[in-house]
């Protein structure tokens, strides 16, 4: 069985929600970074993006959600101050809102990198420029896969 963050340990095949909030914080500008890190031989389902609240940027808030290989494989571009994700808005693998990383595949629906025979880290980086005096911005990400075990190999006849 493999172990998570937070030493959660899950049977083989049980569904696994971990999520990351982005708070913005007043009269900075900078980068926020959250992590989820899926164990090896698991499958990712969906990684969802939610906003809470919009951001209040006088410049920009930009998410990108990624992992090592392609730092914006799933969602690239995202403006968090009403543009492209408004207050009680979600994106989802079905519904990527014209911001699909390279994973993603919108002209045939095909999903790359879903499962993996090694661990790995999927990031979100909210990278905003200017805030002055403001503060409100809450987006959360939430990455959804499955813990997996061998089944077993199939038999040719």
């Known amino acids: 069985m493999p172990v998570i963050s937070g030493g959660i340990i899950a049977a083989a095949g049980e569904l696994i929600c971990e999520r990351v909030t ?14 989820v890190t899926v164990p090896a031989n698991s499958w990712i389902i969906d990684i969802k993006v939610y906003c809470e609240v919009e951001w209040n940027s006088a410049t920009s ?9 392609v730092t914006d494989g799933w969602y690239t571009g995202v403006r968090l101050q009403t ?52 503060t409100a911005g809450r987006t959360h990400m939430l990455v959804i896969y499955t813990s997996t075990s061998n089944a ?6």
């Open 61 to 69: 808030a930009i998410l990108k959600v990624g992992d090592v290989g």
């Open 22 to 35: 982005f708070t913005q914080v007043a009269n900075t500008g900078g980068t926020y970074t959250g992590s």
């Open 152 to 157: 077993g190999a199939a038999v040719f006849a």
């Open 83 to 134: 543009t492209d994700l408004v207050a009680g808005e979600c994106l989802s693998f079905d519904s990527a809102g014209g911001v699909p990383g390279a994973y993603l595949v919108a002209a045939t629906g095909l999903r790359n990198t879903m499962w993996s025979a090694a661990a790995r880290v999927i990031t979100g980086v909210v990278t905003e420029t200017t805030t002055t005096g403001l």
